[in-house]
């Protein structure tokens, strides 16, 4: 199985400051690389996938890079509304596998 | 609008079942392969199992292996999990999602559209 980590576990930024949240996979998942964004009590939304292309109504602050093994997603210029926890998945083959999260809040 | 709606959560003793749903609009559902994701309390996201859009392919997780079956009846739009043999850390909300593309008889794991999910809990 791919195992996804994410780092770090949780992260207090305040509003304005850009985010780096990174998403490593155990063996490569080639560009088949997704993020979602799930806020209390919502279902995860999905934010960017392909590694890189942002989902439907995703606001341009958030960028998603990287291939292979190693990849970021970049918050721009976080705003009060960006606090959820973030989950990377990839969907190379089975079992699809998520990471544990990352949780961002506002300083 | 895509909508899926999940049904049939609730509170069962363990070795117990249950037997979710999820109704399906706003798209065409048998073109489409579904999927159940799970979140346990203070837990991450779990991937349970997948079925492709005619139904003749289904995945799961090995927890689930053995007793969840994944199934959909195209023609009524809606998707279901039959949980048998369940278990304590079988406790979560389960929700339903949608592949990002169509694809007949295949796959592509990467879910655009969710439900708001469904509770269940094992405990005696």
């Known amino acids: 199985d791919i195992v996804m980590t994410q780092s770090p576990g949780t992260l207090s930024v305040s509003p304005g400051e850009g985010v780096t949240l990174s998403c490593r996979a155990s063996?490569?998942?080639?560009?088949?690389l997704a993020w979602y964004q799930q806020k209390p009590d919502q279902p995860p939304r999905l934010l960017i996938y392909?590694?890189?292309t942002r989902a439907t109504a995703v606001p341009a602050r958030f960028s998603g890079s990287g291939s292979g093994t190693e990849f970021t997603l970049t918050i721009s210029s976080l705003q009060s509304e960006d606090c959820a926890v973030y989950f990377c998945?990839?969907?190379?083959?089975?079992?699809?596998?998520f990471g544990g999260g990352t949780r961002v809040e506002i300083k | 609008e895509v909508q899926l709606l999940e049904s049939g959560g609730g509170l069962v003793q363990p070795g117990g079942s249950q037997r979710l749903s999820c109704a399906a609009s706003?798209?065409?559902?048998?073109?489409?392969?579904m999927t159940w994701v799970r979140r346990a309390p203070g837990k991450g996201l779990e991937w349970v199992s997948s079925?492709?859009?005619?139904?003749?392919?289904?995945y799961y997780t090995d927890s689930a292996k053995g007793r969840f079956t994944i199934s959909r009846d195209n023609s009524k739009s809606t998707l279901y999990l039959q949980m048998n043999y369940l278990r304590a850390e079988d406790t979560a909300v389960y929700y339903c999602?949608?592949?990002?593309?169509?694809?007949?008889?295949?796959?592509?794991?990467?879910?655009?559209?969710w439900g708001q999910g469904t509770l269940v809990t094992v405990s005696s």
């Open positions: 392909g590694a890189s």
């Open positions: 706003g798209f065409t559902f048998s073109t489409y392969a």
């Open positions: 063996q490569t998942v080639g560009g088949n």
């Open positions: 999602a949608k592949d990002v593309i169509p694809s007949v008889g295949g796959f592509n794991g990467c879910l655009d559209n």
């Open positions: 079925i492709s859009s005619s139904g003749a392919s289904t």
């Open positions: 998945q990839h969907y190379e083959n089975w079992p699809l596998t």
